[in-house]
Structures are given as structure tokens and as C-alpha cells.
């Protein structure tokens, strides 16, 4: 068979449109895009809540009660799920798409319902529009339109005009025969046939197109979020580019609320504009009867009145509305800029977001008013070279940009690298214990599936890895590359690590991967991935003129990689439209930051200790002492000016964050007894701040309404009292192990009780419950607790010492601890708790119930109002 | 010009190539079913009648024997492969689609089999359907939408739909929409064979009823003989798309072209068609109507005249309006028309034979 080629012909037939025929789509671009900047300018201006009630408006007059009631609840849900203005964008392309799809849709279907040749020739087109993939007409239209809405509305319009123009058809063509004849034997003319006749029998069906137009559109203005599109696609996109699941089932709920609500109300619409819809709902009202409530809908006089007053308000307050806000936060001293104006440009690349907001945070807290716009690479180069912006800090040099170097090289300049260890490469999770470089890769394809995650196939660094890296290594032959995606090869590496199943993957760096994965980058001892290239800012010619300071701390600006990648990270579990607060969020966490990039002179001082200016991270287990000593602390911490976030943790990490500097404080460790298999590896990298609790004691106890059992020896021979049980906690916990192995054997009990596994509120319930029905119980408890303050129990006597010997609770702190705090390591060392104490802290916690832990101790201060003093003496 | 409407042998054929078979037909090449067979339909093949003004003429045929597709040439909703239709004089087969139409909103129109009327409408603005498309001013077409309404009897329903009226009722709103216009000529395509038997003999003496006052030129399509006969004053009776017979009912029912027509009148009650003038006999001495007995007419019914018989000592004498003996009807006569038997009487071996006279003196 001879080669067709069709795809020559294609790119050619492209070539030629985008030659000779701009102007039309140049006109197609401005009417689309200002249909769209007309309705969307509408739908944003109103407070959300008045257009929801506008819109439930709408469904109260079109359906009735109940729906104007969901209606407002969906939309205000939307609201608060701060989506908001991205529902509004998709339903303004929905909406804009769908009326020019029904100006096309309606007379095609008519006249393809006239004709058999032209419904012919339509049916098979159809077909096309609708199962041609969205990509191959999403990426041309961007070719045609560029990005933005347009190319999103002539997608959204390919997909949606289908069953518009089979419905219009279907819907002309079934109305009975008879009545067209007897409108024809009237000598009605054919135009009037259709007009009087046919059009309105056919209307139901037409509308049911127009509500299919409506919902395909929908469906596809998600997949349009990826041509930059916007709105509630893009920020699926975002979240599947993310893996952000939560955002993108927020956003897939709020694509699904603007669904119904369309569906229903185009429904409804579509019986009350048709003679027909309105006679049947007519009839099914009076058949119906029953409470006239639910479906009472007012008359249509009623709702547009309600619907203008609404608008009007909604008007109102938007003009008032954008003459507020716009509040300045720049501190004296340091305000440089005074507010000039500095406009950055960006690649939406992780590094490019995430150093371009960073330099955009740090300008306005130096009081200049930045501007920060997304362009692809090509433009960007363009506008800086043309100075229509004046800096960008994503510039791949010498290789990956050359290309733009070469071309707009003269009139740009070069601020630096600011980011030096750029690298391709393939990553393993460090769980793979013995690979490390491309070459222990070699004979390990069963490991790995013989297979090697990529990346989109048309990227870089795929060609390079087929054609370079695979053969140098030999890997070739062993291993197959999964083209990809790379939010599908991020959503299998986060599988495989969370299973900790082998994997390889293509990566990159800086990549914020690295910071939320321990992952290993594979060596490549040949060098076949090539040198890496450094991260460049590039300003406009003149910038450093214009703006000698910023020029100066821009040439100054370094990150390192794990900085980097902490803010990528930030940035990317922020969401879209959050960069600024995410970055905001970081340089809370790196507060030296702001002054490494933009020093200035002075500083600033505050009435809190100067080492409070640095958040502490405390670590907790969810264990109740802990529990009441952390938000204690927190409590009296935050009086004196210090912050603290608070992270549950497992005791292991605990260890290792503490020994590596990530946490600083932990205050319950369990010494020199429970935890002594943590605290010993990591001893020389902790700071142990001494007991504020003693003494610390595991055991068995009974409720004292049993009789004769004291110790554990009196549990011999008693089975059949306690049903010859011992509630225990969780499996695998110390404390369990120690009561199996040593504690019941010790006592000859390992025989006649069974422990039951479970957890602590299991347990806790099971206590309360035999408690109160006064049943004799035995379970595992340990002290301190809440329980013994709560009900009165028996701590069983243990004669043979097979608990071993009792632990204090220590507060432990990370090796820099001291120095970087001296005055709360001196506070902490100070510190001690009473039994009494610590067992009226934890039931009024437990009382108060979770989530209420702050009042429980603010309450619990207010009764014991010498402990503030004692913890952080003056 | 007496002539309202004129049928001058009119061809109808779907398929490919019609003007060729209408050829062959023309010549006897071919008939009907070598051209089906060839994939060539003749709904209606070579028919002519004239229709004067103020007649009904009915078109009777079963399904399929090309009777609807004969009718909507009347009115030009389907072009004649060949052929003539002329309408008050004018050759409608000439007109443009415009003049049609102008000819059809004015002058023509037309009652459905399935009522067809419209259910995104009301009941009045069905009936004035037909007026809207002519151009009539709200008010007015509104106005003579419910006089036609009321004709029909329908009075108070004006503001019902459609769906909410029986069957009987939805046909007297299709039959007030073609009233409405005024039209001169009423087509009706088995208008009445879609309702119940008792409701469509209401509709029938209704139709008669307003015929008498609103003396319309009516071509009825029917497949019913009863119908027919009850209704028509001329039939055309049509069989594989020609017209096999045309003439009165009581033409058809005792002289029947062939026995295809034959065939069809069995089932007809004829004591209902049939008249005076029908079953006599026509040789008169002149003297039988000298004594003071009864007299019919030649209109006088069938039954009407089986009761006179039934009185009256001899046959009874017909006149005509200038009181001149016109006919006489034996009783021998009537029983044989009943049975369709119109031989003489037989004789009989044994004395029951006098039976006859017996009864006869009595």
C-alpha cells in the first residue's frame, strides 16, 4: 500500500488557513472573546450570594419552591467552596458557547429536516464533530484563536452543535404528517408551515437539544480548561496537574451543581416556552394536586421583578464594591519602591510560579507594585525583549532557550543564575535499596515491570532518554518508556510509593516532588542527560538602570534546591489563584528570606522575645497527655508571642524530625523505658529538656467495685469473673507487647486471660460501659489518665516487677534547640506537672471533646491561673 | 359555467420515469401490476368527473385504489402526472405554487381522516386556522371561527384544546376550520371513518343537515358503500386507480358496471337508498292513481313505501308533481328490490300457491 499522506496534507492545509486566512478567525477570536468578556464582566460583577438568589429566583419561577431553595444552597455551597469565580467563567463560556451553538445549530437542523440531501451530507459531519478527539481540534484552535476562551468556546462548540442539530431535525421530522398536510391544504405558506406548525410541535424536542448543547458543553469546558481556558476546567486541570484530589472533587462537584441547575432549568424552560410543555404541565398540575407549596411557582410578572430588583442591588453593590478595598500592608522603613510599578512575566513552569511570586511578595513588601503575567516562552521573550515587561526569572540557559538567546539575546539582559542544579534525570523512590545509578538499573527489569514511567511523549527529555540515555546504558533492550503524562507518571509514582512498590520515573529538578517523596536521583556516570542549565532572570535592556536596587538584588538572588522545592510544594498544595498566599505561607516558615533577597537597612523589633519570631514545629501523639501538655503550651506560648504549629505524628518521625532539625519540640517522650528504641539511635542529635511529669506508670486496672483484686496476682484463677479477658489497646503498641510476653507469663495469667486487641477509645468505651453497668472489667491503662480522675479504678499491684521499671515523661528537643531558643529551653527545663494536675487537664479536654482542645485548656487555665507564671516566668 | 369542479383524465403515478408509464398506460401497453412490478406505482389512473355546484360526490373505493391521492390533486397538495383539474374554470394543474396556495386558502379546503387538527392550539384557534392564513383581522376571523364553531354545533367549546374533546367532537372542529374559510369547495377524506359507528351516523345526518343550508360543492373520499349512498348524490366508485362507475346510489345499486361493484352493493341496506322511482314499473295504463288511496312520488323512500303497500288494496301508483302516473310498484316488486331479485314470480304445485292472492284480497 502506497503512504497517503494525509497528515502532510493536514499540516499544509494548517499552514495555508493560518497564512492567508487570519483575518476570519481574527474575527471569529473577537466576536467569541468579547461575547465572553461581555457575559462573564455580568456574571462577576454581583456579590455571589445576590446572583445565587438571582438564580434561585429563576428556579423558583421555573420549578417551583424546593428548586429555588436547592438552587440557592448549591450556588451559595459553591461559594463557600470558594470557586466562585471560576464557576462563573464556565458558565459564561457554557453560556456563550451554547447561544452561538444554537445560532448554528437551529437552522442547520431545519434545513436538514427539509431536505434528505442535506441531512445526508449533516449526519456523517455530525459524527466527525462529536468522536474526532477533543485534543486534535483543542490544539489547532489554540494555532487559529491562541489561548484563552476562544479556542475553549470553538472546542466546546465543535463537541456541543452535534445534538442541536439532530434534535432541531428529529424534532421537525416527527411532527405528525397530517398537520403539515392540513397547514399546506390551508395554502399556508412553507415558511409559515414551519414557523406556526412545525417549530413549535418540535420545540420540546428542541429544547431537549438545546439541554443536551448545554450539558456536552459543560463536559467539555473542563476539557478546554487546558488550552487556558480557565474556570472550573482549569482549575481541574490544575488539581489533576497536582494531584490534588480534594480540589479537583471540589471543583468536580461545583461543574456538577452548574450542571444540574442548567439541566433542570432548561428543562423547566423547556415546557414553559412550548404550547405543548405548558398544556401537559398544565394537566399534570391538576391531576397532581396535594400541597401546593412545593410547587408553587410564581407568575412570570413576579419573577422578573424579583429577578431586576435583585440585579439592581447586585449592580449597586458592585459599583460601591470595586471602589473599596485595595488596602496598603507596606511596612515604613522599608519601602523601598514607593510604589512603582514593576511587571514580572512568567512561564507557568513550577520554578517559574514559584520564584516569580516569591520576587512579587518580596517587591510589594518592599513597596513596589508589581504586576505578574503568564505567558508561554515564545511571548514571553518577545515582551521582554520589546520591554513590555520588565523582568522574568525563568530563563533556561545556555541550552534549552538558546534559541530565544540568539534571537532576542541583544536586547535583553542578563541578571544571573539564581538557580544552579538544574538536572534531568530518573528517580527512584529511596526505598530502593540498591539502585543509585542508571547502571544498577541493568538486569533489574523484573523489578521494576520492565517498565520506566515518562512523561508526555512530544518532551525534551523522552527523545533524550530513548534515544541517548537508554542506549549508553543498554537499557534499551530490558526497559519499555510509558509515554505519558506528567500528572499521570506523579499519580503513579505517588501509588507505587504509598504501596512502596518499585518504580522509575522520569524526573526533574527542581521538582517539588523531591520534597514530598524521599526519592533518589539515579547517577549517570556517563553523563548522557548532558549538562544541566541554570536558571536565568533576564530583564529588559535599561532595568537595572531604571531600577538600580532591584536589579542589584536580583543579580544577588540564589535559592537553593530544597528552598525551591519547599515553595513549589507550597505552592502547589495552595491551588491556582493561591500562589501569593502560599508563598506568603512559606516565607512564614523561612522568615530570613524576605531580607536575604531584599536587604535594607533597618529591622524591625516587637515586644514578643526575639526568638519568637521563628514558628515552633511541635510534634504530638495522639495520646491524651500529650494532647493536654502541647495545647498547654501552645496556650501559654502564644501569650508570650510565640507561634506554634502543631503536627501529629507517629513516634518514629517524630525521632527522626526532631534528630534532622525539621521539628523542635516533642513533649512526650516516654524515658528511659518505652521509647528507648527511638531516643537511643538519635541521642546525639536530640536535646533532651528534662521530666515534667513523674512517675510515668503502665498497668492492669480494675474498677475498685471489684472486690479482692489488688494486684496482678489476685487475677489468678479469676477468669470467669473478668469473662477471661483483658481489654487491651492497640496491637503492637509497647505496652501490649510487654503485657503478653512478659507481664501475664510473669503471673501464670498468659493461659487462663486472652488480651483483646482494640484501640484506646475502644477500650475507654468498653470501660465506661462495664462501669456504669457496674460489671467487674480489666484493662490495660497507664498513668497518667483522665480515667483515673474520672472513675475509681484499681492500678494492679505488680509484686514481680514485669512492667520493668517506671518511665518519666520528658520533653525532648531537636540539637539546636537551646540556642535558638534559650529562654524556652530555660521555661521548659523549669516546668512540672502534678498527677492532679495533668488529670483534670485531660478530662476537661475529654469532656470538652475533640476539636474544642483550645477552650478546654483556656478553661482549665482560668482555674488554675498559677500556671501560666509557673510555665513562662517574667 | 355550471361546472364548479372538473377531473379530465387525470394520472397519478410515484416511481421512477411516471410521464413513460402514464405512456404506456395510455396505450394499454401495460397495466397496473406489470408496473409495480417494475417499481412504478399508478395511484390513480385515467379519471375524469365533473362535480356540479351544491352536489356531494362521493368517491368510494377500498384502501389503496388510489382514492386520497385522486383527492389531493383536487386541491393540488399532490401534482397530476397528467391531466387535467379545473377549478371554476381554472386550470389549477397551471398555477403557480403561490396562486395554488392562494386558490387553497380561499377557495378550497379540506377535512382529515385523523382530524389533524392542531394540539398547540385551541379549539378557536383551530377553526380559524384557515382565516389567519388568509390574512383576516384577529377580531373578525375570531368572530366567524365561533360561527362556524356553533354551526357545528360546538358552541361554549371554543376555548377547550384538542386534547381534551372526544373523537366526535375533535372532527366538528376540523370540519368548522374548513367551514370558516367559506370555502366553495369541501374536500373530505373519510372524515368519519375514524370515529364509532353511531357517532359517525350523527356526523353524517349533520353533514346532510348543513348541506341543505350551506349548499357547499363537497367531494367525500369514503371507503364505506352505506356512507356513500347515505351521502352522495353521485358516487364514483374506484377500483386499482381508475374509476370503475360512476352515478346516483341508486344507479350503482341496480345497475352495478360489473360484478367488482356488484360485489360491494350486496352488504348495502337498500330499503334505505333505494326510492319509489327506482323499483317501479314504468308501464302505466294511466288510470291507477282515479281511485283515493295513497300515491307516492318517485322520491318517496323504500320503507315509506313498503308501509303504503302494506295498506293499500293494489300496487301503489307514483306521480309525478303534475299528478300524471309516472310508475306503479306491485308488492311483488318491493319484496323482489329487498331480496335483489327482480325476476317474476315462480309457480307453486300444490294450492298454497293462491297463498299470494289470499293475502293479497285481504
Redesign the interface.
Known amino acids: 500500500m502506497p503512504r497517503i499522506p494525509l497528515g502532510a496534507w493536514v499540516n499544509s492545509a494548517v499552514d495555508w488557513l493560518l497564512a492567508n486566512v487570519t483575518w476570519l478567525f481574527d474575527f471569529f477570536k473577537a466576536v467569541f472573546t468579547g461575547a465572553y468578556d461581555g457575559v462573564n464582566a455580568v456574571l462577576q460583577a454581583p456579590e455571589p450570594l445576590l446572583l445565587a438568589g438571582i438564580f434561585a429566583v429563576i428556579a423558583f419561577w421555573l420549578r417551583g419552591t424546593v428548586a429555588g431553595v436547592l438552587t440557592f444552597v448549591g450556588f451559595a455551597f459553591i461559594d463557600s467552596l470558594e470557586l466562585w469565580g471560576d464557576s462563573m467563567v464556565t458558565l459564561s463560556l457554557v453560556i456563550v458557547a451554547t447561544v452561538i451553538a444554537l445560532v448554528i445549530a437551529v437552522p442547520v437542523g431545519i434545513w436538514a429536516a427539509r431536505s434528505d440531501r442535506v441531512s445526508a451530507f449533516v449526519r456523517p459531519v455530525l459524527d466527525f464533530m462529536q468522536t474526532l478527539p477533543a485534543m486534535i481540534y483543542l490544539i489547532p484552535a489554540i494555532l487559529f484563536f491562541g489561548t484563552g476562551s476562544a479556542p475553549g468556546i470553538v472546542a466546546t462548540l465543535i463537541f456541543a452543535l452535534a445534538p442541536g442539530v439532530r434534535m432541531t431535525e428529529l424534532g421537525i421530522r416527527q411532527v ?1 404528517k ?2 403539515v ?9 412553507p415558511r ?1 408551515t414551519l414557523l406556526r ?1 412545525q417549530l ?2 418540535a420545540l420540546p424536542t428542541v429544547m431537549a437539544g438545546v439541554n443536551q448543547v448545554i450539558m456536552l458543553g459543560l463536559s467539555m469546558a473542563a476539557i478546554a480548561g487546558m488550552v487556558g481556558t480557565g474556570g472550573l476546567g482549569g482549575a481541574v486541570i490544575e488539581a489533576i496537574g497536582q494531584l490534588n484530589v480534594g480540589l479537583g472533587a471540589e471543583s468536580g462537584l461545583a461543574i456538577v451543581i452548574l450542571a444540574i441547575y442548567l439541566d433542570r432549568m432548561t428543562s423547566a424552560l423547556g415546557t414553559q416556552v ?3 410543555g405548558r ?1 401537559a404541565a398544565a394537566k399534570a398540575r391538576v391531576a397532581q394536586g396535594g400541597l401546593k407549596i412545593w410547587s408553587y411557582r410564581p407568575r412570570p410578572q413576579v419573577a422578573v421583578i424579583g429577578v431586576v430588583v435583585l440585579a439592581l442591588v447586585a449592580g449597586g453593590m458592585g459599583i460601591f464594591g470595586g471602589a473599596a478595598g485595595g488596602t496598603d500592608t507596606t511596612a515604613d522603613g522599608k519601602d523601598v519602591g514607593k510604589g512603582e510599578k514593576i511587571s514580572i512575566g512568567y512561564i507557568p513552569w513550577d520554578e517559574g510560579v514559584a520564584s516569580t511570586f516569591l520576587w512579587k511578595e518580596v517587591l510589594e513588601q518592599r513597596g513596589f507594585e508589581v504586576e505578574a503575567t503568564q505567558f508561554d516562552a515564545g511571548p514571553l521573550y518577545t515582551a521582554l525583549a520589546q520591554g513590555n515587561i520588565d523582568f522574568q526569572t525563568d530563563s533556561w540557559l545556555p541550552t534549552t532557550h538558546a534559541e530565544y538567546w540568539k534571537k532576542y539575546g541583544d536586547r535583553l539582559e542578563d541578571l544571573g543564575t539564581w538557580y544552579e542544579e538544574t538536572s534531568l534525570e530518573l528517580a527512584v523512590p529511596a526505598y530502593m535499596e540498591d539502585v543509585d545509578s542508571l547502571e544498577d538499573l541493568k538486569g533489574k527489569a523484573a523489578a521494576f515491570g520492565g517498565e520506566i514511567t515518562g512523561i508526555e511523549s512530544s518532551a525534551g527529555m523522552m527523545g533524550l532518554l530513548k534515544d541517548k540515555v537508554m542506549p549508553e546504558y543498554g537499557l534499551d533492550e530490558e526497559y519499555k518508556v510509558v509515554d505519558s503524562s506528567t500528572p499521570a507518571m506523579l499519580a503513579e509514582l505517588k501509588r507505587a510509593y504509598s504501596k512502596q512498590e518499585p518504580v522509575v520515573v522520569t524526573l526533574w529538578s527542581p521538582h517539588w516532588a523531591y520534597s514530598d517523596y524521599d526519592l533518589k536521583k539515579l547517577k549517570d556516570p556517563k553523563g548522557t542527560w548532558g549538562e544541566g542549565d541554570g536558571v536565568h532572570s533576564l530583564a529588559r535592556k535599561d532595568f537595572t538602570a531604571d531600577h538600580p536596587t532591584v536589579g542589584k538584588w536580583l543579580k544577588d538572588f540564589s535559592m537553593t534546591e530544597e528552598e525551591l522545592t519547599s515553595l513549589e510544594a507550597e505552592i502547589n498544595k495552595a491551588g491556582k489563584g493561591k500562589q501569593q498566599e502560599a508563598v506568603r505561607a512559606w516565607l512564614k516558615d523561612n522568615p530570613d528570606v524576605v531580607d536575604k533577597l531584599a536587604p535594607v537597612r533597618s529591622s524591625g523589633s516587637g515586644d514578643a522575645p526575639a526568638e519568637a519570631k521563628r514558628p515552633l514545629d511541635v510534634a504530638w501523639f495522639p495520646w491524651e497527655e500529650d494532647v493536654a501538655i502541647t495545647y498547654l503550651w501552645k496556650n501559654v506560648l502564644e501569650r508570650r508571642g510565640y507561634t506554634l504549629n502543631l503536627k501529629q505524628m507517629d513516634v518514629g518521625p517524630v525521632y527522626t524530625g526532631l534528630a534532622t532539625g525539621d521539628l523542635d519540640l516533642n513533649f512526650d517522650a516516654w524515658l528511659p523505658h518505652s521509647q528507648k528504641n527511638f531516643y537511643e539511635p538519635n541521642k546525639d542529635k536530640l536535646t533532651d529538656l528534662g521530666t515534667w511529669y513523674e512517675p510515668v506508670s503502665l498497668e492492669v486496672s480494675v474498677p475498685s467495685y471489684v472486690k479482692g483484686v489488688k494486684s496482678l496476682e489476685d487475677l489468678k484463677g479469676k477468669a470467669d469473673l473478668f469473662d477471661g479477658r483483658i481489654v487491651g489497646i492497640e496491637p503492637g503498641t509497647g505496652q501490649m507487647d510487654l503485657l503478653k510476653n512478659k507481664v501475664l507469663p510473669a503471673y501464670g495469667l498468659d493461659g487462663e486471660y486472652k488480651v483483646v486487641d482494640g484501640s484506646s477509645p475502644a477500650m475507654l468505651a468498653e470501660l465506661k460501659r462495664a462501669y456504669a453497668k457496674k460489671e467487674p472489667i480489666a484493662v490495660t491503662l497507664w498513668s497518667p489518665h483522665w480515667s483515673y480522675s474520672e472513675y475509681e479504678l484499681t492500678k494492679l499491684k505488680d509484686p514481680e516487677g514485669a512492667w520493668g521499671e517506671s518511665n518519666t515523661i520528658h520533653t525532648i528537643a531537636s540539637k539546636k534547640f537551646p540556642e535558638q531558643y534559650p529562654e524556652l529551653t530555660k521555661w521548659i527545663k523549669g516546668f512540672t506537672m502534678s498527677e492532679d494536675e495533668l488529670g483534670t487537664l485531660e478530662k476537661e479536654i475529654k469532656d470538652r471533646g475533640q476539636g474544642k482542645e483550645e477552650a478546654a485548656v483556656a478553661a482549665w487555665l482560668e482555674e488554675h491561673p498559677d500556671v501560666v507564671g509557673r510555665m513562662t516566668p517574667q | 359555467m355550471s361546472t364548479r369542479l372538473e377531473a379530465e383524465h387525470l394520472y397519478k403515478v410515484f416511481g421512477r420515469r411516471p410521464d413513460q408509464a402514464v405512456e404506456r398506460l395510455r396505450q394499454n401497453e401495460a397495466d397496473r401490476e406489470e408496473l409495480r412490478a417494475q417499481g412504478t406505482t399508478a395511484a390513480v389512473i385515467d379519471a375524469s368527473f365533473t362535480v356540479e355546484p351544491g352536489e356531494i360526490f362521493v368517491v368510494m373505493g377500498l384502501s389503496g385504489s388510489g382514492k386520497s391521492t385522486l383527492l389531493r390533486m383536487l386541491n393540488g397538495l399532490s401534482e397530476p402526472t397528467a391531466g387535467q383539474v379545473r377549478f371554476d374554470g381554472q386550470d389549477l394543474t397551471a398555477l403557480s405554487d403561490r396562486e395554488l396556495r392562494e386558490v387553497r386558502s380561499r377557495k378550497i379546503s379540506m377535512v382529515f381522516q385523523h382530524f389533524a387538527l392542531f394540539p398547540h392550539r385551541s379549539v378557536r384557534e383551530n377553526a380559524a386556522y384557515g382565516l389567519e392564513v388568509q390574512g383576516v383581522p384577529r377580531a373578525e376571523r375570531e368572530r366567524r371561527a365561533d360561527e362556524a364553531l356553533a354551526l357545528c354545533g360546538l358552541a361554549g367549546w371554543e376555548h377547550s384544546w384538542p386534547d381534551e374533546l372526544s373523537g366526535g367532537m375533535q372532527q366538528r372542529v376540523g370540519l368548522a376550520r374548513a367551514l370558516a374559510t367559506d370555502a366553495d369547495l369541501l374536500l373530505m377524506d373519510e372524515s368519519f371513518s375514524a370515529l364509532d359507528p353511531l357517532i359517525r351516523r350523527d356526523m353524517q345526518d349533520q353533514l346532510v343537515e348543513l348541506q341543505k343550508k350551506l349548499k357547499k360543492t363537497i367531494v367525500f373520499i369514503t371507503h364505506d358503500l352505506n356512507e356513500a349512498m347515505r351521502l352522495g348524490d353521485r358516487i364514483a366508485v374506484m377500483r386499482d386507480g381508475r374509476i370503475v362507475q360512476i352515478g346516483t346510489a341508486q344507479d350503482i345499486l341496480i345497475r352495478p358496471a360489473n360484478d367488482y361493484v356488484a360485489s360491494f352493493t350486496q352488504d348495502v341496506d337498500r330499503s334505505r337508498v333505494l326510492t319509489a322511482g327506482a323499483v317501479m314499473e314504468r308501464e302505466v295504463r294511466g288510470d291507477e292513481a282515479d281511485c283515493t288511496c295513497e300515491t307516492a312520488t318517485a322520491q318517496t323512500p323504500f320503507t315509506d313505501l313498503c308501509a303504503m303497500s302494506a295498506r293499500a288494496a293494489h300496487p301503489v301508483a307514483v306521480i309525478d308533481g303534475g299528478g300524471e302516473v309516472i310508475g306503479v310498484v306491485p308488492r311483488q316488486r318491493l319484496v323482489g328490490f329487498l331480496g335483489d331479485e327482480e325476476g317474476a314470480p315462480g309457480t307453486c304445485d300444490s294450492s298454497r300457491g293462491e297463498g299470494g292472492k289470499v293475502l293479497a284480497r285481504a
Not at chain 1, 398536510?181 to 405558506?189: L, N
Open positions: 405528525d397530517d398537520l398536510e392540513a397547514a399546506e391544504a390551508f395554502g399556508t405558506t409559515n406548525v413549535p410541535l412550548s404550547p405543548l398544556r
